[in-house]
């Protein structure tokens, strides 16, 4: 049963679904740029979430969004907005570059072996939705409109402070010179942005009588609603979504609906680059690309990720790296081993340990705690092949078994050791290696792996 952590209670509990579907909402990416490495490390974590408790035997329903309008560069309402930026960059128009880097976003999910969502929504398919929430909040009370846009009045949600233990009073006493004169209160927000005289955005719907888009808060509460109903039972992202994002979002559904958004909040921390947080300017936003020509790949890199824990600070650095993919390869031969050895090969369906492992997984996703058993644990074939729908890391498919003839190779090259044919020994061995399999001598025979 997965145990996980809730940020309202700071408490573990035993998880228990509402329903027959486990619901799971995952704040997904704005497409406007190549992503980075640290972008794809929420993702790495909360698909371990999802295999976590298939494997458990629940069902899911998971919805994950792709923003792809109108999300300024600030959290505060202001700024350029993204897809503009990025349209500007590279002579497109905005709607290329979403459809452009949401292919590059779907063939990396691919690469880093993520199980698909149940549900892909694109935040440009739910403004009609969004119009029809902003009427739900102003119906309420909950709403106000300045010349710039619609702002949900924060002192209205008389428990807006409490999710991420925010001091409104120092933030109100902080508001820094230039702060929005018509905004009632400095954590106000905007649901809906009206665009103004000269301002450059190709992306605008008609609301209220005059162009606009909804503030990026929004689309979640939205979609949320639309595909999952509320209180859904999981929400993750990232701890920068605490303050400002997720918070709204929850101050957004109770005044459409009246209901709690989620049940259980779970929130993954940064992972930082030697030492330094990634930045363009420091020249360390690597790419999977970037890594692929370095010599990792995709595995090697969720490797890293996965041998530490999700609410862990993490530090990249190539020689973590190296020692990830160090670790995948020595599983990669031990698997080799389990082929050759008939008690581990046999009843393939009847684990040993996995059900060990499972229980790391299910004390708040530890898969550091998991990779330490596997890295001890005596593994059988059936072992390795359930570690792989659990952690997704393509150890069986990139470890296949060798063919009938291979093995009739390194049965001929025994027979030609024993005689003292090292010459005969000598051509089989190197016909393997052309084939990437080397073979080690033991007492009982040649030993195969993947060279």
Avoid at 105 to 122: C, G, S, T
Avoid at 211 to 229: A, F, N, Q, R, V
Avoid at 432 to 442: F, H, N, P, R
Wanted: hydrophobic letters at 35%; a negative charge.
């Amino acid at each position: 049963m997965l145990k996980l952590y809730n940020t309202l209670t700071r408490r573990l509990e035993e998880f228990k679904p509402l329903g027959e579907e486990v619901k799971i909402y995952t704040c997904g990416p704005t497409v406007y740029n190549f992503p980075h490495i640290g972008n794809y490390a929420a993702y790495t974590y909360w698909d371990l979430l999802v295999r976590t408790l298939k494997a458990d035997g629940y069902k899911i329903k998971r919805v994950l969004n792709l923003t792809d309008v109108g999300h300024l560069t600030s959290d505060g309402d202001e700024g350029e907005d993204k897809l503009e930026k990025g349209a500007a960059r590279e002579g497109k128009s905005v709607y290329e570059i979403a459809d452009f880097y949401i292919n590059i976003y779907l063939d990396n999910y691919a690469k880093m072996e993520f199980l698909p969502a149940d549900v892909l929504a694109r935040a440009t398919d739910y403004i009609e939705s969004d119009m029809q929430a902003v009427d739900k909040m102003t119906a309420a009370g909950y709403t106000y409109k300045t010349k710039d846009g619609v702002y949900f009045d924060t002192s209205k949600f008389i428990k807006y402070a409490d999710f991420a233990r925010l001091d409104l009073a120092g933030l109100q006493a902080g508001a820094r010179v230039g702060f929005n004169a018509e905004k009632r209160n400095v954590s106000d927000f905007a649901v809906w942005k009206f665009i103004q005289p000269g301002e450059k955005h190709a992306m605008r719907w008609e609301y209220l009588g005059r162009p606009g888009y909804p503030g990026w808060h929004l689309e979640c509460s939205t979609i949320i609603h639309e595909t999952l109903g509320e209180p859904i039972d999981i929400h993750t992202g990232g701890v920068d979504h605490i303050p400002v994002h997720h918070t709204n979002e929850i101050a957004q559904t109770y005044a459409m609906t009246g209901k709690a958004l989620a049940r259980y909040w779970l929130h993954c921390d940064f992972i930082t680059v030697d030492g330094q947080k990634i930045s363009k300017s420091l020249g360390n936003t690597y790419t999977l690309e970037d890594l692929a020509d370095k010599g990792f790949s995709a595995m090697d890199y969720k490797m890293w990720l996965l041998s530490g824990h999700y609410q862990g600070t993490r530090n990249f650095t190539f020689d973590s790296l190296d020692a990830a993919k160090n670790r995948r390869n020595n599983w990669r031969r031990r698997i080799a081993l389990c082929y050759q050895i008939p008690e581990k090969r046999q009843n393939s369906d009847k684990s040993l340990h996995f059900a060990e492992i499972l229980a790391a997984a299910n004390n708040n996703l530890n898969s550091a705690e998991a990779f330490a058993l596997i890295d001890n644990l005596d593994l059988n074939l059936a072992d390795w092949q359930k570690i792989d729908e659990l952690f997704g890391l393509r150890l069986i498919a990139d470890t296949p078994d060798i063919s009938e003839e291979q093995y009739a190779l390194i049965s001929e090259r025994d027979v030609a050791r024993v005689a003292k044919d090292y010459a005969k020994s000598d051509e089989l061995r190197d016909k393997l290696l052309t084939q990437g399999i080397a073979v080690k001598d033991t007492p009982s025979g040649g030993v195969w792996e993947y060279c």
